[in-house]
């Protein structure tokens, strides 16, 4: 064992016994000290080390405050010594998520420092680490935190957009309205198609109609009168803007002019009082069907923004 190891072992027992004798305060103030001299002295892999199985033991302890401190502390670390986004790195972040609780007061500044962390130190990924923003989407999505769960579950990875799903779903639900069930899902749909994501456009959108197919709703207040096979759609009377959606997607992958136009002369009267859907449906017409609209948008930085705890605007329902 070298000298340097059974130093980081001897903090790290050190720490484990006062944690074990319930001197959680002592233990975290000690580590944070301790960790300073190595980021001073730019021992990165050391301080991430000691920060790593600290935060650790006082989560597993139950002390959400101060183990999350010390989280976050590691992820300055992390963006101090340049740390890449690798599999161990993005490993370290993700068993430490799995101990913080869903409804930790301090996941979203956590969630924040994660994707600013990701974006910067990553290969090619501007909106941050899909792995990591599916595990953060999924627990604020269990904390019923909906507008911080769609953002992280937007960029996520191909899992994301079924939790999507089921929770634009129960949003929905609380309204008590099933005429605005388009609504809720246009959140998913506007923003896969924002960062072209045709794929998850069709899975959100195809998980949420199971579940308004599978609702007591389904043949009393709605019904699903055809469903067109090549395309997979499901048409309903009574919700002529969840066909709207469907077609759209559709629509976007062949980005046809003719067919943009057609479709939205066809439900010019459904969307006409829609003004929360004026805004991205011009971003669409201008990114995919070279539409200028009448004021500049752009969703991408929307997502962007907020997810880097900015005031970018959300995709309105």
């Known amino acids: 064992m070298s000298t340097a190891t059974g130093k ?32 001073r002295t730019k021992n990165y892999t050391e301080a991430i080390h000691i920060l790593e199985n600290s935060a650790e033991l006082l989560l597993k302890a139950g002390q ?61 990924i501007p909106l941050g680490d899909p792995e990591l923003h ?13 507008y911080e769960a769609e953002k992280h579950l937007l960029v996520g990875t191909r899992e994301s957009p079924v939790i999507l799903a089921k929770l634009l779903f129960d949003w929905y639900a609380e309204a008590d309205d099933f005429k ?3 609504q809720f899902l246009s959140r998913g749909v506007f923003g896969y198609l ?24 389904c043949g009393k207040k709605y019904t699903f009168d055809a469903e067109i096979t090549q395309d997979g759609i499901s048409i ?4 002529p803007l969840l066909n709207f959606l469907q077609l759209l997607i559709v629509t976007c992958e062949y980005k046809s002019v003719d067919m943009y136009r057609r479709l939205i002369s066809r439900y010019q009267s459904d969307i006409a009082d ?16 070279g539409i200028a609209p009448q004021r500049s948008n ?20």
């Open 180 to 182: 605005r069930a388009p």
């Open 8 to 39: 980081l072992d001897r903090v790290i027992q050190r720490t484990q016994e006062k944690i074990a004798n319930e001197q959680y305060y002592e233990a975290h103030q000690a580590v944070r000290t301790i960790v300073a001299r190595y980021v």
């Open 274 to 289: 829609l003004s929360a859907w004026t805004r991205p449906l011009d971003q669409i017409a201008q990114q995919y069907f």
């Open 64 to 124: 959400g405050g101060s183990g999350s401190d010390l989280f976050l502390y590691l992820l300055e670390v992390y963006d101090i010594g340049e740390i890449r986004v690798d599999a161990g790195s993005r490993a370290r972040l993700l068993k430490l998520l799995a101990l913080v609780r869903d409804d930790d007061p301090t996941l979203v500044k956590i969630a924040n420092e994660i994707t600013k962390w990701s974006s910067q130190f990553g290969d090619s």
């Open 194 to 217: 924002s960062i072209e994501n045709f794929r998850d456009a069709h899975v959100v959108t195809k998980k949420f109609i199971e579940l308004l197919k599978a609702s007591p709703d």
């Open 298 to 317: 752009n969703m991408f930085q929307d997502i962007l923004g907020s997810l880097m705890g900015g005031g970018g605007g959300s995709i309105a329902a």
């Open 236 to 239: 309903s009377s009574e919700l």
């Open 134 to 146: 599916h595990v953060l989407g999924s627990k604020f999505a269990a904390a019923d935190e909906a």
